[in-house]
């Protein structure tokens, strides 16, 4: 297993709650969810990835349980991975949902 299945199935079912057109995509070695055709959240192993506007990277990864997203042995822009902690709750899991929507509107 790539990537945690049971976490994909909540991102599916939150994501039934949202009133937009999300498709899933495989890549990084796990699944990603696109909002018209652009990365927004997604699970690698066990970890949450998200996409993160620029001007918010600083302070979202002064949270606990957050890291910038080094799938290629450095830092890639606008991602991080949340730890299972950092998405322990319905609530948590939407906040980061709604996050990486928020990228993805800005990049259409």
Known sequence: MAYNEEIAKRIQQALTLIPENFTEKKMFGGIAFLYQGKMTVGVVKDELMVRVIGNKMESVLQQEHTRPMDF???????????????FKSEEQLHHWIEMGLEHAKTKL
Do not use: H, L, R, Y
């Open 72 to 86: 290629t042995g450095k830092p890639m822009k606008e991602f991080v991975f949340v730890s299972p902690q950092g």
